[in-house]
């Protein structure tokens, strides 16, 4: 009887290791940073800034924003390219929605005048209508799953990575290089790069 219990005792161990093993394996294929390559070189010169914080004028196209991130204040350049979208509901809109007082992210481009505050074209102004607003991500790399049910995307600064399913996109398998997206997500590791997963997404076009 003591042998049987031990041959038990010794296969269940044998299952638990294999158990592990496989465990183990299926997290290393389904991480993040094997699926897209974060360059350093472009997390610390970015091309994208951004700051978020409050419209506090508005003149002939430029909005001066003031708040916290690439810089603390800046003249947004708005024109035709410019996405202006709502954050809750990742609605397109046009410039004339934004309004002194507003509070809003601003993407803009890292060249920048001289001028103070500096001015730069912004790629995309999200409005702060909710408490969890959208981001605005622009795609360098897409790689999708090997049973095709998530798509793995970087950022243009390869500084986020956001792992999209079909819960949060229905055409997520289409996402591609030179996309631009709206990326609604609750939770995103502290890590470099960040990584999140989308909870949900709405392809710009």
Same mark, same amino acid.
């Given at each position: ?39 350093? %070189? $472009?997390?610390? /010169? ?5 700051? &978020?914080?409050?419209? @506090?004028?508005?003149? *002939?196209?430029?909005? #001066? ?72 991500? %622009? $795609?360098?790399? /897409? ?5 095709? &049910?998530?798509?793995? @995307?970087?950022?243009? *600064?390869?500084?986020? #990575? ?44």
């Amino acid at each position: 009887m003591k042998s049987l219990k031990k041959i038990a005792l010794v296969f269940s161990c044998m299952a638990l290791l294999g158990a592990g093993s496989a465990f183990a394996a299926d997290a290393a294929q389904s991480s993040p940073l094997d699926e897209v390559q974060a360059n350093p %070189e $472009v997390m610390r /010169a970015p091309g994208t800034y951004v700051t &978020s914080g409050e419209i @506090v004028a508005v003149e *002939n196209g430029m909005y #001066i924003i003031r708040g916290e991130g690439s810089r603390n204040m800046v003249a947004a350049i708005v024109d035709r390219d410019t996405y202006v979208v709502e954050g809750a509901s990742g609605k397109l809109r046009l410039p004339y929605a934004l309004k002194e007082g507003q509070k809003v992210t601003a993407y803009y481009s890292a060249t920048m005048t001289r001028s103070m505050p500096p001015q730069s074209h912004a790629l995309a102004i999200v409005i702060e209508d909710s408490e969890e607003p959208a981001s605005f991500f %622009e $795609v360098a790399q /897409a790689s999708l799953a090997k049973d095709g &049910s998530y798509v793995t @995307v970087l950022n243009t *600064n390869n500084d986020v #990575i956001a792992t999209i399913d079909a819960n949060a996109c229905a055409d997520f398998a289409k996402i591609k290089k030179g996309d631009k997206l709206l990326v609604w997500s609750s939770m995103m590791t502290m890590s470099l790069p960040a990584q999140t997963h989308a909870e949900k997404v709405v392809v710009l076009p």
